[in-house]
């Protein structure tokens, strides 16, 4: 059995709700930047979301499992800077082909600080997420 509120209560309560919502929102919605955004774009904004969060997601889990496969001549390649399995985890990864470099180097440079982790997990996930910094989006 389910008790319904009276209809006063409840259209007092959604006129509460909603004159809070359009307080707070207009009180974001000035001249000046924000990090909430007119009421009327968030639909939009969370279906944009979600599709980006979507392809970003489904990209990630291309690079570990790439990097997963051959974490060993990535660690092998990092030593000298550049390679062929470099070069495709990259490629997979988004990483433009101006900030390879960088991202060779910071892997070389830093080689302990990604291939020596306690475990092959470990080392994968953090081999990855230089790959998914490096990336274009």
Same mark, same amino acid.
């Given at each position: ?18 004159? &809070?919502? %359009?307080?707070?929102? $207009?009180?974001? *919605? @000035?001249?000046?930047? =924000?990090?909430?955004?007119? #009421? ?43 390679? &062929?399995? %470099?070069?495709?985890? $990259?490629?997979? *990864? @988004?990483?433009?082909? =101006?900030?390879?470099?960088? #991202? ?34």
């Amino acid at each position: 059995m389910t008790t319904r509120l009276p209809p006063p209560v409840t259209r007092i309560a959604t006129v509460t709700v909603l004159s &809070a919502m %359009l307080a707070l929102n $207009a009180s974001c *919605a @000035g001249r000046q930047a =924000n990090h909430i955004g007119a #009421l009327w774009t968030w639909p939009g904004a969370i279906v944009s979301s979600g599709i980006s969060n979507a392809v970003y997601d489904a990209r990630r889990a291309r690079v570990k499992a790439y990097v997963t496969d051959n974490v060993d001549a990535i660690a092998s390649q990092a030593t000298e800077g550049t390679g &062929a399995t %470099l070069d495709e985890a $990259a490629r997979i *990864a @988004g990483v433009p082909s =101006n900030r390879r470099p960088d #991202l060779y180097r910071q892997l070389r440079d830093s080689h302990a600080d990604f291939f020596a982790k306690p475990t092959r997990e470990e080392v994968v996930e953090a081999v990855t997420i230089a790959f998914m910094v490096y990336s274009s989006g």
